[in-house]
């Protein structure tokens, strides 16, 4: 089966400025998240694959179709949600919705019959006789995602979907998000630099820096190997009880001097570290699995940089230079 | 996708040819141009023309009716190239108007909404969608123009009877390539205004202004240098040259005036611009306006 995303060395020149260089690399997952700080190039990679911007180089490919000669086929095959306000005035939502989904090939009866199912489907059938611009912010996030979705579409990009939308409507459209992944009808590509929202429902990241691929990883992989990755609080003697559990044969690093970061070999429980501080008299206040690395990864991406990405609900994860014999690094 | 279903399927039914979606555009624009009270007052006013030509014919055919007004209409109003072309004339001047009426917020709107990335991110093309606006205006001025036209021609081609109607083949030439060049410029020149004004009222001012404005301009300059070399930069003055040229009733030479030459009194003969001169000034502003349009018209603009 054709891989979702190929990125062919593309590169796209605006002017004399490099906003694309040099993307390489194969997406396949059934939820891409496209992370970057403001201005990474995010926006102007999904322009490109829609075609919106011609590639100054190399090229790109969707599901094996060319983005500079297959234009047209590719765009049948996606469905786009706009990071920016877009409707039709004076149209109402399902009028709109229709509308979008003759453009996109599908006789008007059937397009009709679409148009009511996916307003439905996000949510707003009870609202999809108002027009459009009476609608809150939240609602027109969620009619921009039922015209992305009405004709079926092979892969949908969604360009910050979450964008403004109070928490309900948020957890409304990843709900949303998800089960579409879930269903497997459909990849997702989605544009956010919202840690969190990536978080819940991706399973593949590209992470953009200054145009460049600064991270291509499979988070279900990434979070399967740090399963047994845990962060400790304590209060006592901290450094015994790190020397304690390395001789356990656990890879640990200090984080600041109340934290602590540990992996767990095979055949070590909790317990035994409950044991360990018990006899050195160290409270562990609190013990955190830490499911994924994704902050991590991010920030390793960014080297440190100073960017503008909300933190994830995990905590966080700055890494200290010390390992299992204290020197190491996690 | 189904409302009682709540999943999300793929869409596995036909699809419409692709040639034929740029034509979803006006049928979708027309519900919302039909909405309007005063605009179909004014389109079925435009009818009222034809209406007293189609009258006018039927009358010329009709002895008794002729017997009973005691006039000779056959002299009165013949039906030959000039009636034809004043039909054109006054109803192309209709469908001015009526393009000033819905020109305006046809890609304006878009824009201002930012619609433009939601119709290209389909299998819709640039030139699909530009197509597609101008449609609106070519099937609405159709109505009122070549189409009507044409229809007068076949009645009248019917009612004279054999022969007319293959001596005359060349009106029907003329009814059609007219209003159709006629349809076209209005329909770019709307549009590339539509593009760049956002707001309805300021688009429909600039295009009676582009209209207007090179037409008082071009008579000040044929007043002061006793020429008639700026009726190229009038629309009007542009259109009425070719529409004349396509009834065979173009003539160069519009008249004398008097005027000084080295202290004697001399006569001016006052020529038209040619007629290819005339094709040229309509191409250079229909260009003009497709590359305005064409500039404006992108899913992104790239701000430099």
């Known amino acids: ?330 | 996708m189904a409302v009682y279903e709540h999943g999300y399927k793929p869409y596995t039914g036909s699809l419409t040819p692709e040639w034929s979606r740029f034509l979803i555009l006006p049928r979708h624009a027309f519900r919302d141009v039909f909405r309007s009270k005063f605009f179909i007052a004014f389109f079925a006013l435009c009818f009222l023309y034809p209406l007293v030509a189609a009258i006018l014919i039927y009358l010329h055919h009709n002895v008794n009716a002729i017997a009973l007004m005691k006039l000779d209409l056959r002299e009165l109003v013949p039906i030959n190239a000039s009636f034809f072309h004043a039909f054109v004339t006054s109803q192309c001047s209709l469908g001015f108007f009526l393009t000033v009426l819905i020109g305006p917020p046809l890609i304006s709107r878009d824009l201002a909404n930012n619609a433009l990335p939601l119709y290209l991110s389909r299998p819709f093309t640039r030139k699909e969608y530009v197509v597609g606006k101008m449609s609106v205006i070519l099937i609405l001025v159709s109505l009122i123009t070549w189409i009507p036209g044409l229809l007068l021609f076949l009645l009248q081609a019917y009612l004279e009877g054999a022969g007319w109607l293959g001596q005359n083949l060349r009106l029907a030439g003329a009814i059609f390539l007219a209003s159709l060049v006629w349809i076209v410029v209005l329909a770019v020149m709307s549009l590339a205004v539509s593009a760049w004004l956002k707001w309805r009222v300021v688009a429909s001012g600039a295009l009676l202004a582009i209209f207007f404005i090179p037409s008082a301009f071009g008579e000040i300059v044929n007043a002061l240098f006793r020429t008639r070399l700026g009726h190229l930069i009038s629309l009007g003055a542009i259109m009425n040259s070719l529409w004349r040229g396509l009834f065979g009733l173009f003539q160069r030479q519009t008249g004398q005036i008097e005027g000084m030459r080295n202290g004697r009194i001399i006569e001016i003969t006052m020529l038209e611009p040619p007629l290819w001169a005339s094709w040229l000034a309509l191409a250079l502003i229909c260009g003009l306006c497709v590359l305005l349009l064409m500039r404006k018209v992108r899913a992104y603009e790239v701000v430099k």
Do not use: W
Not at chain 1, 73 to 83: Q, T
Not at chain 1, 121 to 129: D, F, I, M, P, W
Not at chain 1, 146 to 163: C, M, R, S
Not at chain 1, 220 to 238: C, S, T, Y
């Open chain 1, 1 to 330: 089966m054709n891989p979702v995303i190929e990125l062919d060395g593309l590169g796209v020149v605006f002017g004399k400025r490099h906003i694309l260089q040099d993307l390489r690399g194969t997406l396949n997952g059934r939820a891409i998240g496209l992370l970057g700080p403001n201005g990474a190039g995010k926006t102007t990679l999904i322009h490109t694959l829609l075609g919106f911007h011609p590639a100054t180089h190399g090229t790109a490919r969707i599901f094996g179709e060319d983005i500079t000669t297959e234009a047209r086929r590719i765009r049948s095959l996606v469905g786009y949600m706009p990071e920016r306000d877009s409707f039709i005035a004076k149209m109402t939502c399902v009028h709109f919705v229709r509308l979008m989904a003759e453009l996109s090939g599908m006789p008007p009866d059937a397009a009709l019959e679409r148009a009511h199912e996916s307003l439905f489907y996000v949510g707003l059938g009870e609202a999809r006789y108002r027009t459009l611009d009476t609608y809150s912010l939240g609602m027109k996030q969620l009619a921009k995602l039922a015209q992305a979705i009405v004709h079926g579409p092979k892969l949908i990009i969604l360009d910050e979907p979450t964008n403004g939308l109070d928490p309900p409507t948020r957890l409304r459209m990843i709900r949303l998000i998800r089960e579409i992944r879930d269903s497997g009808e459909a990849r997702i590509m989605l544009s956010s630099h919202l840690l969190r929202d990536v978080e819940e429902c991706c399973d593949e990241i590209l992470v953009l820096k200054d145009g460049r691929i600064a991270a291509n990883c499979n988070l279900e992989e990434e979070r399967k190997a740090n399963r047994k990755f845990i962060e400790l609080e304590m209060r006592g003697d901290n450094r015994a009880f790190a020397e304690a559990v390395g001789r356990l044969g656990c890879e640990y690093a200090f984080t600041n001097e109340r934290r602590l970061k540990l992996v767990l070999p095979e055949g070590v429980e909790i317990r035994d570290l409950y044991k360990i501080a018990a006899e050195r008299e160290v409270q562990i206040r609190r013990l955190n699995y830490k499911r994924d690395s994704l902050e991590d990864i991010f920030l390793k991406a960014m080297e440190g940089g100073d960017t503008m990405v909300e933190a994830t609900a995990t905590p966080s994860a700055t890494v200290a230079a010390t390992g299992g014999n204290g020197n190491g690094s996690l």
